[in-house]
């Protein structure tokens, strides 16, 4: 699918009314849930873009989500317009978010087949309250930032990688099933246990790629954290550095 930012509203006025109506009322409701709007929550709420299809494009298995979205070129650029338009007179403050694949690389998610720069950050642009208090504001642009990887240490050793049918101490859930670290490309990663604080942020901070590890407690019915995967020069220059004397 091509947009173009340049394009029209739909020319049917009933049809204008009747999706800016439904963007509206899509808009409205994602603000009282979460205190920010963005372009996916209208998609998904109108229901031109499935669920599934978003989580294929954050997982890095679509080129862009434009291959995901279910109108007329003109019909997605007159909500994203409609929406604008909405955010203005309801007097929200623009904030561009970055989006980045669910995958070891993180790469930064398309969302346009042009790539127009323009119409890639009307993608981007989430519309928050004005009126939030900075405690809240602060809370919510930590939620904004990509999640961190999760690999879970298995309490069974009865589990196969989905690719390569082999099996490990580690594995990364992805959509279609459990896959082994190296197929994921993490199998390069150390882990670093659970129980020294100060270790753990310096690794992590001086790590690029790392990955939170947990492990199902059975008595808790919950995943508990149990470490770190990190780069093991970072280890090392993590552990280098805490050893060195302060003056």
Sequence with gaps: ?????????????????????????????????QDYVSAIDILTEIGWLAPAHLDQWRTGRLPCLEAAIQTKPSNLLGALRLLRA???????????????????????????TSGNPTL???????????KLSEKRRRRLEERMKPPELVVIEPISSGWKCH?????G??????????ACLRCAQLDTL????????????????????????VRFSRSRRRYERQGL????????????ELRRPHP
């Design 1 to 33: 699918m091509i947009v173009c930012f340049s394009l029209c509203y739909p020319v049917n006025p009933e049809y204008r009314s009747k999706l800016k109506d439904r963007v509206v009322s899509a808009a409205e409701a994602a603000l009282a849930a």
């Design 86 to 112: 909405w955010a203005s007179e309801r007097g929200l403050a623009a904030t561009e978010a970055t989006y980045h694949a669910r995958t070891p690389a993180r790469t930064e998610l398309r969302f346009s």
């Design 120 to 130: 890639e950050r009307a993608y981007r642009t989430h519309w928050v309250s004005p």
């Design 163 to 167: 690719r390569c049918g082999r099996t």
């Design 169 to 178: 101490p580690f594995l990364i859930m992805e959509p279609p099933g459990p």
């Design 190 to 213: 150390e882990f670093l246990p659970s129980g020294d604080a100060r270790l753990s942020r310096l690794a992590k901070a001086k790590s690029p790629v790392h990955a939170v590890v």
């Design 229 to 240: 995967l990190v780069e093991p020069e970072a280890l090392r220059e993590a552990e280098r």
